[in-house]
């Protein structure tokens, strides 16, 4: 059983900076995509950003040119670096890994990102 456990949340005023992470713990296990979804109060959740193994990313358009999504794939960690946060983007953050060779899709517990005006 794969576990994603994130890290990096927390509260910040609007302009600045939060990076998260997300790593696979207690199993070895390869993933073909990464990303990480939002989740804001009486809304579905939604994809921020994604990469694939091979680096490629995709991201959604509110975020591009201030989210930076990357991988190190020998840890099985992903990491979003935002920055330029903004009021909107407060929400719960979580990881989603797609196991390599399999449709099964594992998810993060949730961390908490709250940008204050």
């Known amino acids: 059983q794969v576990q994603l456990v994130e890290s990096g949340g927390g509260l910040v005023q609007a302009g600045g900076s939060l990076r998260l992470s997300c790593a696979a713990s207690g199993s070895i296990a390869n993933f073909n995509v990464m990303g990480w979804y939002c989740q804001a109060p009486g809304k579905q959740r939604e994809l921020v950003a994604s990469i694939t193994s091979g680096g490629s990313t995709n991201y959604a358009d509110s975020v591009k040119g201030r989210f930076t999504i990357s991988r190190d794939n020998a840890k099985n960690t992903v990491h979003l670096q935002m920055n330029s946060l903004k009021s909107e983007d407060t929400a719960v953050y979580y990881c989603?890994?797609?196991?390599?060779?399999?449709?099964?899709?594992?998810w993060g517990q949730g961390t908490q990102v709250t940008v204050s005006s």
């Open positions: 989603n890994f797609k196991l390599r060779g399999s449709t099964i899709v594992f």
